[in-house]
C-alpha cells in the first residue's frame, strides 16, 4: 500500500538478533528520509528497548519470543516492543544518574529510551509480559506515495 510504511518482526529472545531488528529499522528511516542524526538516536533507544525485552523480560529464555512493530501515523513514529516475560514496574527501576548507581553496569536503557524519545509508555501485555511502546515525532519525511 503506498504511503503505509510498517513493519512486524517476531524474534527469538537472543542478542544476536537485535542486528535484524536495526537492519530493518535503518532501512525504513532511510527510505522515509529521516536524517542521519534522528536516525542514530532513534537506533539506539530501539536497540535499548529490544535488548531489555530480551535480558529482562524474556529472561533469554529460547521458549519465549520479541515481537516488534513500527508503523508510520502521520509524522509520528510509533515502534513497540513486546516480551513474554512477567511484567515490570517502570516506577521501581532506580535512578541511573543516582550518585550509589553511577558504577552500576546495567540501569540506562530505560534513561536512554526516555532522552532520545518523545514519548515512551509501558503497559502490560496481554497473556503475560510487558508492552513499550516508543513515540517519536519525524520532520521533514519523504512523500513515498
Known amino acids: ?18 542486528e535484524l531488528v536495526q537492519v530493518v ?3 525504513t528511516l532511510d527510505q522515509l528520509g529521516v536524517e542521519e542524526d534522528a536516525r542514530h538516536w532513534i537506533d539506539v533507544a530501539v536497540r535499548e528497548a529490544v535488548a531489555n525485552a530480551i535480558k529482562h523480560g524474556n529472561e533469554q529464555s529460547p521458549d519465549k519470543q520479541v515481537h516488534v512493530d513500527l ?5 509520528e513514529l510509533i515502534i513497540r ?3 513474554e516475560g512477567p511484567g515490570f514496574d517502570p516506577v521501581a527501576v532506580q535512578d541511573p544518574l543516582a550518585p550509589e548507581n553511577l ?6 536503557g530505560i534513561f536512554y529510551m526516555k532522552s532520545f524519545m518523545d514519548d ?9 509480559g510487558t508492552v513499550v511502546t516508543l513515540r ?3 520532520a521533514g519525511l519523504k512523500s513515498l506515495s
Do not use: A, V, W
Request: aromatic letters at 6%; a neutral charge; glycine letters at 12%.
Open 120 to 128: 515512551i509508555q509501558y503497559s502490560p501485555r496481554p497473556g503475560g
Open 71 to 75: 508503523l508510520l501515523e502521520g509524522d
Open 103 to 108: 558504577l552500576r553496569p546495567s540501569g540506562r
Open 25 to 27: 529499522l535503518r532501512d
Open 136 to 138: 517519536k515525532r519525524l
Open 81 to 83: 516492543i513486546e516480551d
Open 1 to 18: 500500500m503506498p504511503g503505509d510504511h510498517r513493519f512486524h518482526l517476531d524474534l527469538g529472545s537472543r542478542f544476536e538478533n537485535i
